[in-house]
């Protein structure tokens, strides 16, 4: 007989609004404090402390409109963070600051996250949708230098980009970027040379959330259908379904793979969690707490992998917490 799903190892109330993001910051030496930065409809940016499970700071610093997508940046005291006002902030938490220290204005209205990727030591490279529709801008941070402006083809007919993910084989080659595009592509960008790479339609409808495992060269999406597709990426960079997999219930929010590559986690607006093995998108849980859509899915970065942890946060206004290493 299967195990029944577990409960939660512990919930956090206290956002007052629905949570749309979250991002831990637990991989430092002891006696680092483990963190959960949370990021809210009303504009708050929660950091917790999961030792304590309370929150410790509250920042505020997107007009009370709602935050989508909050990332550190090479440890706890510096973040990102993404807002409905149009704005992506830069944070500096050292000795207890709340302040924002700089922002980009991105003149872009949809709900789509930006994503960073690391390319030298104090320097990044962010993707975010751009003011035009369907255009992707690339800046280098700090300096917020203009790197590259990714339009596609006239006549395309792509649609707005709804996710994003920057990444690169090895340090020092050419950065690339996947992105989910409303009329259900993914596509592949060399963000060098301003090209596509590869496209491929995997869904009926916009694309919601991607993730991709650079090891294995394959990625997975979910839309707002039932369906959740798998792709891969072969030595001439063209990108290929390789399989399907059918949902009980439509839509995803979010999609995200653990980092140790074994499972991954799907947000759904059916309210719950789903866990599937990464390998053979084997199912292995359905999470059920949660009374209203699942807007993110996170997992933690602990060293000690006995100590992971998977986080998920609704429009209900609580964030879940899961140890789900000892199941899986």
Known sequence: MALPPPDPQFVLRGTSAAVHTLHFSCGGPEPDIPLLFSGSENGFIHVWNLKTHRVDTAL?????????????????DRLLSQGRDQRICLWDLAEGRTSVTDSVFTEHVGFCRCSLLKVAQ????????????????????????SVCTLKP????????????????????????????YEDGSVVLWNVSTGKVLSQ?????????????????????????????????????????????????????????????????????????IRIFGWKKLKPLAVLDYHTATVHCVSFSDHSNPRERLLAAGSKDQRISVWSIYAQT
């Open 153 to 180: 083809e006239v006549g395309a007919k792509l649609g707005m980009p709804m996710c994003l993910k920057l990444w690169q084989l090895s340090c020092g080659s050419q950065p690339v970027l996947l992105a989910g």
């Open 200 to 272: 491929l339609i995997c869904h009926q409808e916009p694309v919601m959330s991607l993730d991709f495992d650079l090891e294995k060269a394959k990625g997975i999406s979910g839309s707002s259908e039932k369906v959740l597709c798998i792709w891969s990426l072969n030595e001439q960079q063209n990108l290929q379904v390789y399989k399907t997999h059918e949902l009980v219930n439509a839509g995803i929010s979010d999609i995200t793979i653990r980092p140790d590559k074994k499972i991954l986690a799907t947000a759904g607006w059916d309210h719950r």
């Open 122 to 145: 104090g320097r990044w490279l962010m993707a975010m949708a751009a003011r035009s529709l369907e255009e992707v801008q690339i800046l280098e941070l700090p300096s917020k230098t």
């Open 60 to 76: 505020d610093g997107h007009g009370r409109k709602s935050v989508y997508c909050v990332e550190t940046m090479g440890g706890k």
